[in-house]
């Protein structure tokens, strides 16, 4: 097998062929490859598209090296190729797509190349091609404004600052949705996706019951609302439960359908994976099973908890059950007591009356030396690691309450690490074992 990484050549992009060439050497397979640096907006698809007409026989893998837009642009390159595969290393903080497959490893080239391949569908828009998310109206708008942004160099939260800017500009939107036939809304909308995956926004489950590979579209319209209830609506559709809240089903129609029309009198934005396209119409069709995906290897562990009131003891139970734990009784002593330290501080301290969830899994590096547990919250923002340390030479009298747990697991693990990512608090400790 070849493999060609399709990689971003902007200038803001630079670590990702670096770190790439880094992965690929790690690796030590002499794999056969070659990278590609972009030159441009559309440069990959010609480059992908290219490619395959004049080399139908190759066997190849495209690796798209970056977020949902390189990954786009991979795609619309390789429809029509039905021998070829598509690969994604995850680079940045939108990953939309990857959250479809939770329990695989997008980050790692190795875990690529045990993978197994699954056969996806991809949505056809006029001449374009989506493999994710189209969003139209709101959404769209948001796109379009966080878009902005990043090119004038505002990348940090332009997402967010998007949603701020479209919220006083876009809510009543003069679009036509038609499903298989059916209105979806009469002459205005707020926002609808069209959804083969189910994540937009970095951080929007737009889509909760969507299916890569099922041969269907989501179809989901909000009609416009006053802001006090958009508002109100905007942390359900957050966390993808509007289709199961009763208030918010009555703003919204919601249907599977295989082919969509989008109709404006104005000439209007909508986006395909993250990209802004502009027209009066737009034609919307599924490609059932059009792009073999390969799926990385699992993460070793990886389950969610929820609620987690009173589940302490099972949440520790389960990270100690994993095989990537050492059978070394000294290691599994420290790491039991570090474990039990940071999953009580979730449990007991994240969400008032311990009605959220937690996420936790390990991984053992390839080489079996290194351990890592990972702690997932979508609770109160807290970084444990920034509380100084206690001065354990006082007594415990005199010691400040607090803070004694998280030390404790700094001593008895190599590296401890906090970030808040995508509205989560992450928590991550690393322990050798080998």
């Known amino acids: 097998m070849h493999y060609i990484f399709i990689i971003n050549a902007r200038s803001d992009k630079a670590t990702i062929a670096a770190d790439v060439e880094r992965q690929i050497q790690e690796s030590?397979?002499?794999?056969?490859?070659?990278?590609?640096?972009?030159?441009?907006?559309?440069?990959?698809?010609r480059?992908?598209?290219?490619?395959?007409?004049?080399?139908?026989n190759a066997k190849v893998c495209f690796v798209a090296c970056g977020g949902t837009g390189t990954l786009n642009e991979v795609v619309s390159g390789m429809v029509g190729s039905h021998d070829?595969?598509?690969?994604?290393?995850a680079y940045g903080s939108t990953n939309d797509f990857t959250k479809c497959f939770p329990d695989r490893d997008f980050t790692s080239l190795k875990k690529l190349l045990t993978g197994e391949p699954i056969a996806v569908d991809v949505m056809k828009v006029n001449d374009s091609y989506a493999i994710n998310v189209?969003?139209?109206?709101?959404?769209?708008?948001?796109?379009?404004?966080?878009?902005?942004?990043?090119?004038?160099?505002?990348?940090?939260?332009?997402?967010?600052?998007?949603?701020?800017?479209?919220?006083?500009?876009?809510?009543?939107?003069?679009?036509?949705?038609v499903a298989d036939g059916e209105r979806m809304n009469r002459r205005r909308l707020l926002l609808c996706t069209v959804s083969n995956g189910r994540y937009c926004g970095g951080e929007f489950l737009c889509a909760p019951r969507a299916e890569l590979d099922d041969g269907w579209m989501e179809v989901c319209s909000f009609r416009p609302m006053?802001?006090?209830?958009?508002?109100?609506?905007?942390?359900?559709?957050?966390?993808?439960?509007?289709?199961?809240?009763?208030w918010a089903r009555k703003r919204l129609r919601y249907k599977r359908a295989r082919h969509v029309e989008v109709i404006s009198g104005d000439l209007v934005d909508i986006s395909l994976d993250g990209e802004i396209f502009s027209s009066h119409t737009f034609q919307i069709d599924l490609l059932p099973k059009e792009v073999n995906l390969i799926l990385p290897s699992l993460i070793t562990m990886k389950k969610r908890f929820e609620p987690i009131i009173d589940k302490c003891g099972a949440i520790i139970e389960y990270l100690m059950s994993s095989p990537d734990i050492p059978k070394d009784e000294?290691?599994?002593?420290?790491?039991?007591?570090?474990?039990e330290e940071a999953v009580e501080n979730v449990v007991r301290y994240a969400y008032e009356g311990g009605m959220g969830w937690i996420e936790v899994g390990t991984e053992l590096d390839p080489e079996g030396v290194m351990l890592t547990i990972v702690l997932r919250d979508a609770g109160v923002p807290f970084n444990p690691l920034d509380k100084p340390d206690p001065d354990v030479s006082l007594s415990a009298e005199e010691r400040q309450i607090g803070g004694l747990g998280i030390f404790l697991c700094k001593?008895?693990?190599?590296?401890?690490?906090?970030?808040?990512?995508?509205?989560?608090?992450?928590?991550?400790?690393s322990k050798k074992v080998a």
Do not use: W
Not at 330 to 339: A, G, P, T, V
Not at 415 to 426: A, M, Q, S, T, W
């Open 28 to 45: 030590k397979l002499g794999l056969d490859y070659e990278i590609y640096l972009t030159r441009g907006i559309g440069d990959g698809t």
């Open 47 to 56: 480059f992908v598209k290219i490619y395959c007409d004049l080399h139908p």
């Open 84 to 89: 070829k595969q598509l690969a994604l290393l």
């Open 134 to 177: 189209i969003n139209i109206g709101f959404d769209a708008m948001v796109a379009s404004f966080a878009n902005q942004f990043i090119e004038a160099g505002r990348v940090k939260n332009a997402f967010r600052k998007g949603i701020v800017k479209a919220i006083f500009t876009s809510r009543n939107n003069r679009i036509r949705v």
């Open 226 to 246: 006053l802001l006090l209830d958009f508002l109100r609506i905007l942390p359900v559709y957050r966390d993808g439960k509007h289709l199961d809240t009763s």
């Open 330 to 339: 000294s290691l599994q002593f420290k790491i039991r007591l570090s474990i």
């Open 411 to 429: 001593q008895l693990m190599d590296r401890i690490e906090y970030k808040y990512e995508d509205g989560c608090n992450v928590l991550t400790m």
